[in-house]
Antibody, heavy 130, light 106 residues
Framework: QVQLVESGGGVVQPGGSLRLSCAAT???????????MYWVRQAPGKGLEWVAY????????RYADSVKGRFSIFRDNSKDMLYLEMKNVRPDDSGTYYC????????????????????WGQGALVIVSS | IVMTQSPGTLSVSPGERVTLSCRASQSVRNNVAWYQQRPGQPLRLLIYGASSRATEVPGRFSGSGSETDFTLTISSLQSEDFAVYYCQQYNDWPLTFGGGAKVETK
């Protein structure tokens, strides 16, 4: 049973920076580096918004337009860790940030990702406020 | 691609049949997933490929549809099914979610 645990949330001032981490454990017969990973956020009382994607080996990344140029997703497969570096944050970046795992396993390098999520963390709360 | 869910809130009793709709602003083929969000619980994948049940999802959950119109059906609502449900398209970037549909107790 895959478990994802986010950390690093907190209160940050507008224009500030924050790094979120996601520790992944419990990969039966597979490993963290077989799966694409994502960050998805949820503003208080609102719906879900996809934020960022990274391929299993870090070779490809994508971002929502709302965070492009300010946020950076990266992973350390040697530590089974996913990160989101947030810079120049704004009040509308406030919310709960979820780490999520792609449903599809990459067994050959060219295999496409499923682009939907079968494991989620409990979330890390980020509040951007002065 | 904008995903529009309806209704926003549904008031139902246990045992009732529930049908939630999701409409895409353009064709997404069958590249739609459904998720359940309950307080204090991780989000849960229910359906992918518009109609395939995810691992360990009970048979009372079913999905249907293609192109622009999709449906999540709960055949007989159980107490643990009171939650918010989201559809997501993954046919094209950016990945987008519907606004959510809350199933609450009547």
């Amino acid at each position: 049973q895959v478990q994802l645990v986010e950390s690093g949330g907190g209160v940050v001032q507008p224009g500030g920076s924050l790094r979120l981490s996601c520790a992944a454990t419990g990969f039966p017969f597979t490993s963290f580096n077989n799966f694409a990973m994502y960050w998805v956020r949820q503003a208080p009382g609102k719906g879900l918004e996809w934020v960022a994607y990274v391929r299993y080996d870090g070779s490809n990344k994508r971002y929502a337009d709302s965070v492009k140029g300010r946020f950076s997703i990266f992973r350390d497969n040697s530590k089974d860790m996913l990160y989101l570096e947030m810079k120049n944050v704004r009040p509308d970046d406030s919310g709960t940030y979820y780490c999520a795992k792609d449903r599809g396993i990459v067994v050959v390098p060219a295999a496409p990702d499923d682009l939907h999520f079968d494991s989620w963390g409990q979330g890390a709360l980020v509040i951007v406020s002065s | 691609i904008v995903m529009t869910q309806s209704p926003g809130t549904l008031s139902v009793s246990p045992g009732e049949r529930v049908t939630l709709s999701c409409r895409a602003s353009q064709s997404v083929r069958n590249n739609v997933a459904w998720y359940q969000q309950r307080p204090g619980q991780p989000l849960r994948l229910l359906i992918y490929g518009a109609s395939s049940r995810a691992t360990e999802v009970p048979g009372r959950f079913s999905g249907s549809g293609s192109e622009t119109d999709f449906t999540l059906t709960i055949s007989s609502l159980q107490s643990e099914d009171f939650a918010v449900y989201y559809c997501q398209q993954y046919n094209d970037w950016p990945l987008t979610f519907g606004g959510g549909a809350k199933v609450e107790t009547k």
